[in-house]
Nanobody, 115 residues
Framework: AQLVESGGGLVQPGGSLRLSCAAS????????MSWLRQAPGKERELVAS????????NYAGSVKGRFTISRDNAKNTVYLQMDSLKPEDTAVYYC?????????WGQGTQVTVSS
């Protein structure tokens, strides 16, 4: 099983990025998917999550209204659209797949928000 994130980079405050996480080696549609992030010196925190069918989403308060999580089960991919980015959004962003006790993690992608 593998999760591969992409789409990170350097962006100015107020800008946008779209992260993608491509899954392989497991039945993607059975898994709830989440994006988490970890900034230097801080604990990893949940950013957004989406149910297996994509019919329910949850967001951390700090990103609500700015970030949107979505998924395409036909493409085995989950996305995180990030708008109105702030310097405090700077972190390594990780993709997570969860089904019961089974969980998979991606290697992370760096997002840096700076002028």
């Amino acid at each position: 099983a593998q999760l591969v994130e992409s789409g990170g980079g350097l962006v100015q405050p107020g800008g946008s990025l779209r992260l993608s996480c491509a899954a392989s080696g497991f039945t993607f549609s059975l898994y709830a998917m989440s994006w988490l992030r970890q900034a230097p010196g801080k604990e990893r925190e949940l950013v957004a999550s989406i149910t297996r069918a994509g019919d329910s989403r949850n967001y951390a308060g700090s990103v609500k209204g700015r970030f949107t999580i979505s998924r395409d089960n036909a493409k085995n991919t989950v996305y995180l659209q990030m708008d109105s980015l702030k310097p405090e959004d700077t972190a390594v962003y990780y993709c997570n797949a969860q089904w019961g006790v089974l969980a998979y993690w991606g290697q992370g992608t760096q997002v840096t928000v700076s002028s």
